[in-house]
């Protein structure tokens, strides 16, 4: 079975960090484009930040520009998404899957996501 299962989210304060990580199994991600998107309480879902499996080339939101560094592990077969400087704002539950680097867009199933919260 082809899955991404996201993992790492949490409660953290505002200012602080976390490390979320998207683990592929019954595949190899290494030529996919694997983004990281989100969904607000009332919002609709949006993309975060992209990263290509040909050329190590990413994309962000603007909302994340500066804060949040896609990367991607081959070997471990994993492409995580280190946030800093977390705002309030960001709390979401935030998903993996396929993507268009240069639009961001998602393509294939959602998972489960993982809650990310960011309070005081």
């Known amino acids: 079975q082809l899955q991404l299962v996201e993992s790492g989210g949490g409660l953290v304060q505002p200012g602080g960090s976390l490390r979320l990580s998207c683990a592929a199994s019954?595949?190899?991600?290494?030529?996919?484009?694997i983004g990281w998107f989100r969904q607000a309480p009332g919002k609709e879902r949006e993309g975060v930040s992209c990263i290509s499996g040909s050329d190590g080339s990413t994309n962000y939101a603007d909302s994340v520009k500066g804060r949040f560094t896609i990367s991607r592990d081959n070997a471990k077969n994993t492409v995580y998404l280190q946030m800093n400087s977390l705002k309030p704002e960001d709390t979401a539950i935030y998903y993996c899957?396929?993507?268009?680097?240069?639009?961001?867009?998602?393509?294939?199933?959602w998972g489960q996501g993982t809650q990310v919260t960011v309070s005081s």
């Open positions: 019954g595949f190899t991600l290494d030529r996919y484009d």
């Open positions: 899957l396929g993507c268009s680097v240069p639009t961001m867009g998602p393509f294939g199933s």
